[in-house]
T-cell receptor, first 112, second 116 residues
Framework: DGGITQSPKYLFRKEGQNVTLSCEQN?????MYWYRQDPGQGLRLIYY???????QKGDIAEGYSVSREKKESFPLTVTSAQKNPTAFYLC???????????FGSGTRLTVV | AQSVSQHNHHVILSEAASLELGCNYS??????LFWYVQYPGQHLQLLLK????DPLVKGIKGFEAEFIKSKFSFNLRKPSVQWSDTAEYFC??????????????WGLGTSLAVNP
């Protein structure tokens, strides 16, 4: 079955450490997106990529970095510069944003 | 800039009550409209979408939404809710001819709790 896989589902890290969240899709979608979801704040866009080797900052890119070396993969690194990294992170992909997105099941990151 | 507004942040209903969740957007051009649902502990799923044609859109699980262009609205409705409809509901818009038409603009979500 085609879909988006995010791993791990739960992740714990110590403050000051960088951590990388995985997002893989086998839908042959060109576009991929990373969102952060916090209670009462909806979905906030961190980064998105329309094509391999290209990506753009979203609304809250500070303290995050991404790469898009393969069409299937769009990993997100939460760096130590991110002041409040504890959150639920969602990855999505689309063949065309006008048709909507397909979402992964998310990674809950807790920084202690 | 385009924006999406969901009027109700928290809604509590009893089973069999009717549901209407409001969604308004700010963009004067052509739009595609979406409602997504996130059940507790699960990922976001597409509930229904509007591209063109009939402004009354039917989705999964008995949901429907009506696009009213003059009101810039896309309200979600269900005649009779069930306990299993307890979830968070998100409205999203793609502004087709805007500079940022490569992504969806999201509302803040409405949390629905249905009491058995």
């Amino acid at each position: 079955d085609g879909g988006i896989t995010q791993s791990p589902k739960y992740l714990f890290r110590k403050e000051g450490q960088n951590v990388t969240l995985s997002c893989e899709q086998n839908l042959n979608h060109d576009a991929m997106y990373w969102y952060r979801q916090d209670p009462g704040q909806g979905l906030r866009l961190i980064y998105y990529s329309q094509i391999v080797n290209d990506f753009q900052k979203g609304d809250i890119a500070e303290g995050y970095s991404v790469s898009r070396e393969k069409k299937e993969s769009f990993p997100l690194t939460v760096t130590s510069a991110q002041k409040n990294p504890t959150a639920f992170y969602l990855c999505a992909s689309s063949i065309d944003a006008r048709r909507g997105y397909t979402f992964g099941s998310g990674t809950r990151l807790t920084v202690v | 800039a385009q924006s999406v507004s969901q009027h109700n942040h928290h809604v509590i209903l009893s089973e069999a009550a009717s549901l209407e969740l409001g969604c308004n957007y700010s963009y004067g051009g052509t739009v595609n409209l979406f409602w997504y649902v996130q059940y507790p502990g699960q990922h976001l799923q597409l509930l229904l979408k509007y591209f063109s044609g009939d402004p009354l859109v039917k989705g999964i699980k008995g949901f429907e939404a009506e696009f009213i262009k003059s009101k810039f609205s896309f309200n979600l409705r269900k005649p009779s809710v069930q306990w299993s409809d307890t979830a968070e509901y998100f409205c999203a818009v793609n502004a087709r001819n805007a500079g940022n038409n490569r992504k969806l603009i999201w509302g803040l979500g409405t949390s629905l709790a249905v009491n058995p």
